[in-house]
């Protein structure tokens, strides 16, 4: 209860200290009795702002705390409380975007849409101690200045040396004085450093005669010891006005910080000092801003008094200029020194004309200042200027495009014609189109119209050259804009078929040696080129070709070699006197599970089984399945066949030696730009169509609790009678194998899988010789909307069996271990609308009359 009571007043002592006044003269806080972890952060912000005022420094304050009598414990918890706060300050700065000061002046919305919505005060913030860490803080770890003057509270460090050795410290007592043993009083105030040195050595050389004389050998050397503290105050345009005890180092720098700096409505132009009832500097910050001079920034003196009053002038500039911002002026400045203060020009500013917009009277007025005037033209209160571009558009520019070594822009003279324009660029290349270019020329109302030219002409001077102007745009085109990219493709048994690039001349052999030549699979003969465009009179789609070849593709002289077109397609078939080596797998309870060869193309699954060592004794033989590989092909459209065509052709360049030809770079570019375009164009995905096939083909896998490199994706599951084919190998059921097939010889199962419209669906064990509705019953028997009569059972091997009905009776299909009963569910029965009922109706009423009529 008394540490309680102890806390509170510790407490309300705090803060009674940290509430009081800025108004009021400030003393040093009294940490010996702060309890760190009973403040809040207000309150140690409140505390350390209020030591910094004073001119300490954060180890100031940590070193004077010790003083007092505070813990090293409290004083590490003070520290890192301290931190914190401020970088939780500094982050809300970086997240809160700054907000403009509501202005009460020129509020001018320029005729280009262009407003003075974000412009700032120049140098209105620099003073304020909220946007800045340490911003004008005056610093005490620094060398005593030599035009310090002393007064009363300071202390001086007093050091005699030489022949003699003796240590002073005293203080400035409130008379003036320092007192030095056996010397009596000596008066400083008022001196600066120099002369109370002086007067200081004259005083102890009466002692030390050794300090006089023109070879003196004791010395004495004074220096600043604890600074005193001074009362300043502020008034006018400030953001906390008041007295203030602040460091004796101060500057009005350091007092302006201290105060939170100057109010919007505050002038940075003519702050005034007043000591003694006179005035003794005018500070213009403006002066240190621009140009670093702080000669005004006077260090003050006890009961300085610091006047900012409000500004007079302030006018706004926008636009193509550096800083941008709302400047104070005084009377005598022009705009060329607003222009100087807003940094000069940028690099595109049109700077021959400013444009202002001025107060007269009740209205506003425009006007244009040109270069010429900027000297003499002085700004009034609420200008504001604005700054144009240069316009985004030239005099003197024609551009070339298209098949010329160095396209772009180029400067047009007097009679520069299309030719000239040409050689400018380093002339046409090699694919240049020569049978016709445009020019594309702009009207003086923005319109454009094209000129056509033959520019074989033009360059042979068969037609006269043609003379251009302002912004002309000459598109040379190449031949290859004009047609679809050439290739050829090969496909079948080669080492590495797909698409080349076509070119002249190129022969069948060519184009099999870019392919890696031939498969040990593959024949010579009977190669099929399949060309493009068919006899279209006689229906056909494409015009094929069969050619033999020599298998080492030796170059001969002699042959009559097959010479290829764009967008031939060769396919080299497979030799059909050539094998390889098929496999199939058996998988589970059989003697040697694992890949086996198919010995020839009428093997069957009981040749694989005999092969295998049979099965065993655990071996589930009517739950053996069958995986055979098949195809899920969906069919590409136009637009993918031609990417995946271009990307061919284009893998082939990367692959390939990196020194390409002039050629081969200019294609290279050519179907990157293709390959642009076309992934521009939205290609549709289609769902898959075989999901459920594969989820059903995966659950009897994983029933199974197969583990091995079965793909299941490309496979189907079909269903085999092992029991009959053991019985009767080579029957009907007894299935040849393919490449690829997997069988699968589960262990026996002992369970029963109940799913769908069941209360509980759930596995239950397998009992033999029971029905249907037996393990339906173990599951809680049929559930809500359940569909008995479509109920069905899935085996152990895939195949399934379905109830069946006949007039009242249901026959449902028996059931095995491993199977998975499945009750499906009805329907949602939807109301019969009214609209349904009358038509019902009526059909009952007509057929009721029919009958009727029948009778009579």
Request: hydrophobic fraction near 40%; glycine fraction near 6%; charged fraction near 25%.
């Amino acid at each position: 209860m008394v540490q309680k009571i102890r806390s509170y007043f510790y407490i309300i002592g705090l803060l009674s200290l940290l509430v009081s006044q800025p108004a009021l003269s400030q003393t040093i806080p009294d940490f010996s009795t702060i309890k760190v972890d009973e403040l809040s952060d207000d309150q140690i912000q409140s505390l350390m702002q209020r030591a910094s005022s004073m001119g300490y420094s954060q180890q100031d304050i940590f070193s004077l705390a010790q003083q007092q009598g505070l813990s090293l414990t409290e004083i590490s918890k003070l520290g890192q409380r301290v931190s914190k706060i401020e970088s939780s300050r500094a982050s809300i700065a970086q997240s809160t975007p700054i907000k403009r000061p509501v202005r009460n002046y020129a509020d001018t919305v320029f005729m280009n849409n262009q407003t003075s919505s974000s412009t700032v005060i120049f140098g209105l913030s620099i003073f304020q101690n909220g946007s800045a860490k340490r911003g004008f803080e005056p610093s005490l770890n620094i060398p005593t200045p030599q035009s310090y003057i002393l007064g009363a509270g300071d202390e001086l460090f007093i050091d005699i040396y030489g022949t003699s050795e003796q240590y002073y410290q005293a203080e400035i007592n409130a008379d003036g004085n320092i007192l030095l043993e056996n010397f009596g009083p000596i008066f400083l105030s008022g001196l600066d450093i120099n002369a109370a040195q002086n007067k200081i050595k004259n005083k102890l050389s009466k002692v030390y005669t050794e300090m006089g004389g023109d070879s003196p050998s004791t010395f004495v050397s004074v220096n600043l010891g604890k600074i005193r503290s001074i009362n300043i105050t502020v008034v006018g345009e400030v953001a906390i006005p008041g007295t203030y005890t602040l460091s004796a180092f101060s500057t009005v720098f350091n007092a302006l910080y201290t105060v939170g700096g100057v109010t919007e409505n505050g002038t940075l132009r003519n702050i005034k000092v007043i000591r003694s009832g006179k005035l003794i500097t005018q500070l213009d910050v403006y002066d240190f801003l621009m140009s670093g001079d702080n000669k005004r920034n006077v260090r003050l003196q006890n009961d300085d008094v610091i006047m900012v009053e409000p500004y007079t002038n302030r006018v706004e500039i926008n636009g193509a200029v550096k800083r941008p911002a709302i400047f104070e002026l005084k009377e005598n400045e022009s705009l060329s020194d607003l222009i100087r203060y807003a940094g000069g020009f940028t690099e595109n500013a049109f700077s021959d004309q400013i444009n202002v917009v001025r107060n007269v009277g009740k209205e506003k007025v425009v006007a244009d200042v040109f270069k010429n005037q900027f000297d003499i033209f002085t700004p009034k209160p609420g200008d504001v200027y604005q700054v144009k571009r240069v316009l985004d558009r030239f005099t003197n520019r024609v551009q070339i495009k298209g098949a010329v070594f160095r396209p772009g822009q180029y400067s047009i003279s007097e009679e520069l014609t299309v030719k000239q324009l040409i050689e400018k660029a380093d002339g046409l290349k090699g694919d240049a189109n020569l049978s016709r270019a445009l020019i594309i020329r702009t009207n003086p109302d923005l319109s454009t119209e094209n000129i056509s030219i033959n520019l074989k002409d033009l360059m042979e001077g068969v037609s006269s050259d043609i003379q251009l102007q302002r912004e002309d745009v000459v598109q040379i085109f190449s031949i290859y804009d004009l047609k679809e990219e050439s290739y050829v493709e090969v496909s079948g048994e080669v080492n590495s078929g797909g698409i080349f690039r076509f070119s002249d001349r190129m022969t069948i052999e060519d184009v099999l040696v870019m392919a890696g030549g031939f498969k040990s699979s593959a024949s010579a003969s009977k190669i099929e080129i399949t060309r493009r465009f068919g006899d279209a009179k006689a229906g056909n789609v494409s015009e094929v070709f069969v050619v033999d070849v020599d298998r080492d593709l030796s170059l001969n002289a002699e042959d009559n070699t097959f010479e290829l077109q764009p967008f031939d397609h060769v396919i080299v078939r497979k030799n059909p006197d050539f094998f390889v080596q098929k496999f199939v797998a058996i998988e589970g309870e059989v003697a040697y599970p694992g890949n086996y060869a198919i010995k020839n193309q009428t093997e069957r699954i009981s040749s694989l089984l005999e092969r295998a060592g049979g099965v065993n004794q655990y071996a589930y033989i009517e739950g053996a399945t069958l995986l055979r590989k098949t195809e899920f092909h969906s069919e590409i459209s136009n637009i993918e066949q031609k990417v995946q065509a271009l990307e061919a052709l284009l893998n082939r360049y990367a692959e390939a030696d990196p020194s390409l030809s002039e050629s081969e770079l200019a294609q290279v570019a050519r179907l990157n730009q293709q390959l642009n375009e076309l992934d521009k164009q939205s290609l549709d995905i289609e769902g898959d169509p075989f999901y459920a096939k594969k989820e059903r083909l995966r659950e009897i896998v994983q029933r199974n609790a197969l583990f091995g490199d079965v793909q299941l994706g490309n496979s189907d599951a079909i269903g085999i009678n092992l029991k009959k084919i053991l019985e009767e190998p080579n029957s009907k059921y007894d299935l040849i194998l393919e490449e690829g097939d997997v069988l699968v010889l589960p262990k026996q199962q002992e369970t029963v899988r109940l799913r769908g419209r069941v209360l509980y669906p759930t596995t239950v064990v397998y009992e033999p010789n029971r029905s249907l509705k037996h393990f339906i019953n173990m599951a809680g028997g049929f559930g809500n909307r359940a569909q008995r009569k479509n109920t069905y059972v899935i085996y152990a091997n895939g195949s399934v069996a379905k109830t069946k009905k006949f007039l009242f009776f249901k026959t449902y299909p028996q059931v095995s271990p491993g199977a998975e009963i499945i009750v499906p569910t009805k329907p949602p029965k939807l109301p019969v609308a009214i609209s349904e009922v009358v038509g019902i109706t009526s059909g009952l009423a007509t057929l009721a009359l029919l009958i009727s009529q029948i009778n009579f």
